[in-house]
T-cell receptor, first 112, second 115 residues
Framework: GDSVTQMEGPVTLSEEAFLTINCTYTATGYPSLFWYVQYPGEGLQLLLKATKADDKGSNKGFEATYRKETTSFHLEKGSVQVSDSAVYFCALIDSGNTPLVFGKGTRLSVIA | EAGVVQSPRYKIIEKKQPVAFWCNPI?????LYWYLQNLGQGPELLIRYENEEAVDDSQLPKDRFSAERLKGVDSTLKIQPAELGDSAVYLC?????????????FGEGSRLTVL
């Protein structure tokens, strides 16, 4: 079945450091890929998405590129802020009738 | 626009007791989801509704879990009786008709602790 594998956390970075959170996927079809973020005390919210190979999703300074050849969708940000501290979830959906499948999440802590 | 509203935010019960969670989706969102999130894990789908019809409940443990969405708007998820292993966060989400099926709007969740 479909699955998503994320790098283990927690990840602790200093402010202005470069962030990469790795995500790889397994899917039977041609999935759409997503990053969701959960800030402390809040519900999950969509951060960015990509629907086909080589698409780059971006939002709030975060980027991720859909790499079909490596089945990856790594999340990057050039300079993190304390306010980026959250749990990040990589997810995929294989078709309109299949559910959104999430990875286990990666907790990011950014210290000033 | 109001977001997805869930209640209660926190619930502590003893094992074998019943518990119910309520969800009010975003107005106009006809698809409603209940997800289970165990500590340190990603959300896992329990049930998906299209209007009042449950179109995917394959992961719902039907011996003790039940859900309803009688008028195609609010939904209730019930556990009876609760077990220690049911301690988790229960997430409700909704999505808009014709929107990206991967773009879900989540509530803040209901955290259940079973003692």
């Amino acid at each position: 079945g479909d699955s998503v594998t994320q790098m283990e956390g927690p990840v602790t970075l200093s402010e202005e450091a470069f962030l990469t959170i790795n995500c790889t996927y397994t899917a039977t079809g041609y999935p759409s890929l997503f990053w969701y973020v959960q800030y402390p005390g809040e519900g999950l919210q969509l951060l960015l998405k990509a629907t086909k190979a080589d698409d780059k999703g971006s939002n709030k300074g975060f980027e991720a590129t859909y790499r079909k050849e490596t089945t990856s969708f790594h999340l990057e940000k050039g300079s993190v802020q304390v306010s980026d501290s959250a749990v990040y979830f990589c997810a995929l959906i294989d078709s309109g009738n299949t559910p959104l499948v999430f990875g286990k999440g990666t907790r990011l802590s950014v210290i000033a | 626009e109001a977001g997805v509203v869930q209640s209660p935010r926190y619930k502590i019960i003893e094992k074998k007791q019943p518990v119910a969670f309520w969800c009010n989706p975003i107005s106009g969102h006809n698809t409603l989801y209940w997800y289970l999130q165990n500590l340190g894990q990603g959300p896992e789908l329990l049930i998906r509704y299209e209007n009042e019809e449950a179109v995917d409940d394959s992961q719902l443990p039907k011996d003790r879990f039940s859900a309803e969405r009688l008028k195609g708007v609010d939904s209730t998820l019930k556990i009876q009786p609760a077990e220690l292993g049911d301690s988790a966060v229960y997430l409700c989400a909704s999505s808009s008709p014709g929107g990206d099926p991967g773009e879900l709007f989540f509530g803040e969740g209901s955290r259940l602790t079973v003692l």
